[in-house]
């Protein structure tokens, strides 16, 4: 062959090699390439103590026991991250964590359900695909576990009306990543793909919807028999839309003979709403969640990357357009058609994600560095939100006591946001910093005879103190000066050795270190 075909045939074979490589590799080649072109030095591996701590609260949402950091941190060989990310994904907590990180995604504090709980918690133990969860969401079937997420929307307070409005933009930001409240009456006045049709034909699939009953978790649907009308405020022209996806079909409305459109008719006496032959839910749950939709598929890759980076490809979350595009386009792409060919696996998307060099760098500067680069080049760790339930795990692992629901309460009281504001954002708060330094509750859990730290610690002579100290509340061994602090304090308080135990664990539950996820 004439060498300059068989130069041709080299280049048209496809780069096998490279497209065959895991996704961790792929998703690394992008960032750093775009980090190397874009002049932004990365920051180095984060250290063993600084990944456990990270792995950990990101896959079981709590810090480790002193157990468990000596025994990864007493290990030495070359996969020891690997093995723990395996374990952690293989442990009951990841389940209830992933329920937990979810359910804050979804319902931002809107409300609690025993069912929600249980229909979340056994589906990330089970690994049901993204796709199959937000099928059992849309669909609202009469008593499910899924249905409290709309269930709960539907609920109205008084005299004031149900926030259909609402329920549509959720469904738009939360599954779509497109948040369309600013078009129920116009079109995006600054975001031009947003059109008032995509929010109308959107909300055609929910307005005849209804609650029955919220505690059962019980959904009527009214047939949907004509298109519906809207009008821009600006223009006033009536225009009529059928249920339709953003930039999809709209969806043909079946007619049946007067008093034939339910396939269950509804029954007065055991209050059952019926099953229209023609049910809108059933469609949007059929047509939306589904690998062909392209906003569905990036939608959650793109959360699943915030989830443990931080930050997402796309931010904020919901605002995908062509004005606000992913930092790291490639990235995005390469996230959601993997996600598409493993069948919406998010534990398979989750643990190719950890294994990356970009989830696994030190949140500090790279040397040289005066200041982090912008956080959209995941150059160095960024600090990420801690939910008050998190944190209440993190405090009694620490402190060996039992979490009780007043506790609970207390935590959330102090770090939870307010119904309907995304835990996104780390925000730190007044409040919060003032429950840490005066909580009387959270003080008593350091105090001698009652906190389990303190009374295994209080025996143990200074150094080995400060070791167990540091190793079971903030995941790493003392420094040279940390020792020598502790050793100070200790002798200063001989007297009441127990007493100083509890001050110096307080001071490292207090401090920032402790507080965030870096």
């Not at 329920?167 to 975001?191: I, P, Y």
């Not at 059929?286 to 931010?315: C, S, Y």
């Not at 801690?386 to 935590?411: C, H, I, R, Y």
Request: one cysteine or more; a neutral charge; hydrophobic letters at 40%.
């Amino acid at each position: 062959m004439p060498r300059r075909f068989a130069l041709l045939a080299v280049l048209l074979i496809p780069a096998v090699g490279w497209s065959a490589d895991p996704l961790h590799v792929r998703l690394d080649a992008v960032i750093d390439a775009a980090a190397k072109s874009n002049g932004v030095p990365l920051s180095v591996p984060a250290d063993d103590a600084e990944f456990l701590r990270r792995a950990w609260l990101d896959f079981a949402g709590r810090i480790p026991t002193n157990a468990e950091a000596r025994a990864f941190l007493n290990d030495s060989a070359a996969d020891m991250r690997t093995k723990l990310i395996d374990s952690l994904l293989a442990k009951p907590e990841y389940a209830t964590h992933l329920a937990h990180r979810f359910h804050l995604m979804l319902m931002e504090r809107l409300g609690d359900h025993p069912e929600w709980t249980k229909y979340l918690e056994t589906s990330f133990k089970a690994n049901t695909p993204w796709d199959t969860m937000v099928r059992d969401v849309l669909k609202a079937e009469q008593g499910h576990g899924a249905t409290f997420w709309m269930a709960k929307r539907l609920e109205n307070y008084g005299q004031q009306p149900v926030d259909y409005s609402a329920l549509t933009r959720d469904v738009g930001r939360l599954f779509l990543g497109k948040n369309f409240q600013c078009c129920e009456c116009h079109d995006h006045l600054t975001v031009n793909e947003y059109k008032q049709a995509h929010f109308q034909g959107l909300h055609a699939f929910f307005r005849n919807t209804s609650l029955i009953d919220l505690k059962a978790l019980r959904v009527g649907e009214k047939p949907t028999t004509a298109k519906a009308s809207f009008a821009s405020v600006f223009e006033m022209k009536e225009m009529t839309t059928g249920p339709a996806l953003p930039g999809g079909v709209m969806v043909e409305i079946p007619t049946f003979p007067k008093g034939q459109e339910f396939a269950t008719p509804p029954d007065r006496k055991t209050n059952n709403p019926g099953v229209p032959k023609f049910s809108t839910l059933a469609t949007v749950a059929d047509k939306l969640p589904t690998a062909d939709n392209k906003d569905f598929a990036r939608n959650i890759a793109n959360r699943l990357w915030f989830l443990l980076l931080g930050r997402g490809l796309v931010h904020p979350l919901d605002f995908h357009h062509a004005g606000n595009q992913p930092s790291h386009t490639e990235a995005l792409e390469l996230l959601a058609d993997e996600l598409v060919k493993a069948k919406f696996d998010m534990k398979f998307v989750l643990r190719e994600i950890a294994l990356t060099r970009a989830y696994q760098r030190s949140s500090l500067l790279p040397k040289g560095a005066e200041k982090p680069a912008e956080a959209k080049h995941f150059a160095t760790a960024i600090e990420k939100r801690l939910s008050g339930e998190t944190v209440l795990a993190m405090v009694t692992t620490a402190t060996g006591v039992t979490p009780t629901d007043a506790l609970k309460a207390k935590f959330l009281k102090a770090y939870a946001n307010q119904p309907r504001e995304p835990e996104e954002e780390v925000l730190p708060s007044l409040r919060a910093a003032l429950f840490l330094r005066n909580d009387e509750t959270l003080l008593a859990l350091l105090k001698p005879g009652q906190g389990a730290l303190v009374t295994r610690l209080a025996d143990l002579p200074p150094d080995k103190l400060t070791e167990e100290l540091y190793l079971s509340v903030l995941t790493r061994l003392p420094n040279a000066d940390e020792t020598a602090t502790v050793g100070k304090v200790l002798a200063k308080h001989q007297s009441d050795k127990p007493a100083a135990v509890g001050k110096l664990a307080w001071a490292l539950l207090a401090s920032s270190e402790f507080g965030v996820n870096h």
